[in-house]
């Protein structure tokens, strides 16, 4: 069974970096997509960035362009999420998801496998 572990959170001031990733095991994912998801205390999941198989395609939420950015290694059987210039309200539990097929998008139903979530927070 796939099984998704996310790191790298932690607590940060505004404006620093924190670099997210997402291993896996149990099954090779370089042909899936991935994608990171968010969510804050009584928010919903938020979608936050997504990448094709290949690495072509990337989404991110409008909220989190030009600050954040997502990666793959798929010989690594990881991805990763680059955070830079950090705000108050990135805030959240983040999650790592893999794709139903190559394809990315920015909907949660087209992920079908999810980490636990990894913690991050950012004071002003």
């Known amino acids: 069974q796939v099984q998704l572990v996310e790191s790298g959170g932690g607590s940060v001031q505004a404006g620093g970096s924190l670099r997210l990733s997402c291993a896996a095991s149990?099954?090779?994912?370089?042909?899936?997509?991935r994608a990171w998801f968010r969510q804050a205390p009584g928010k919903e999941r938020e979608f936050v960035a997504s990448i094709s198989w290949r690495g072509v395609t990337t989404y991110y939420a409008d909220s989190v362009k030009g600050r954040f950015t997502i990666s793959r290694d798929n010989a690594k059987n990881t991805v990763y999420l680059q955070m830079d210039n950090l705000k108050p309200e990135d805030t959240a539990v983040y999650l790592c998801?893999?794709?139903?097929?190559?394809?990315?998008?920015?909907?949660?139903?087209?992920?079908?496998?999810w980490g636990q979530g990894t913690q991050v927070t950012v004071s002003s």
């Open positions: 149990g099954r090779a994912l370089g042909t899936y997509a």
């Open positions: 998801s893999v794709g139903r097929t190559s394809a990315t998008s920015r909907r949660a139903d087209d992920y079908n496998y």
